[in-house]
């Protein structure tokens, strides 16, 4: 997904909110950011990292899985476009670096199945 304000390509993501688990989260995210729904994910794995100037400590779930159905995407304040990506091929302007580590985990996983 292309972000508006950080103006590169991002994966779909966010804070699981109460009550709910990461792969719920995931499942949430990816549809309220993308219109894609998916049925099942695939645990790839989790990353730690350090974000922002003040170098916070953050977590991420990493999931994969197929899209089964997509809803027609609108442009929002926050994701101006969405975009598949393969993993291999960089995408047309910047991209998260952290992102790109992270989807390639998750493709790996996909492939090896």
């Not at 100037?53 to 899209?67: N, S, W």
Request: proline share 5%; with cysteine; aromatic share 8%.
């Amino acid at each position: 997904m292309f972000d508006r304000h950080r103006q590169c390509w991002e994966l779909p993501g966010g804070s699981i909110d109460p009550g709910e688990t990461a792969r719920q989260a995931a499942v949430r995210e990816l549809h309220e950011e993308s219109g894609c729904r998916v049925e099942q994910l695939i645990f790839a794995g989790f990353a730690q990292f350090l974000l922002g100037p003040e170098q916070r400590v953050e977590y991420a779930a990493v999931y994969a899985g197929h899209a089964a159905s997509s809803d027609r995407f609108t442009p929002n304040d926050e994701i101006a476009a969405i975009t598949w990506w393969d993993g291999t091929e960089p995408l047309a302007g910047r991209m998260q670096p952290l992102d790109v580590c992270l989807g390639r985990l998750a493709r790996a996983v996909i492939v090896r199945g």
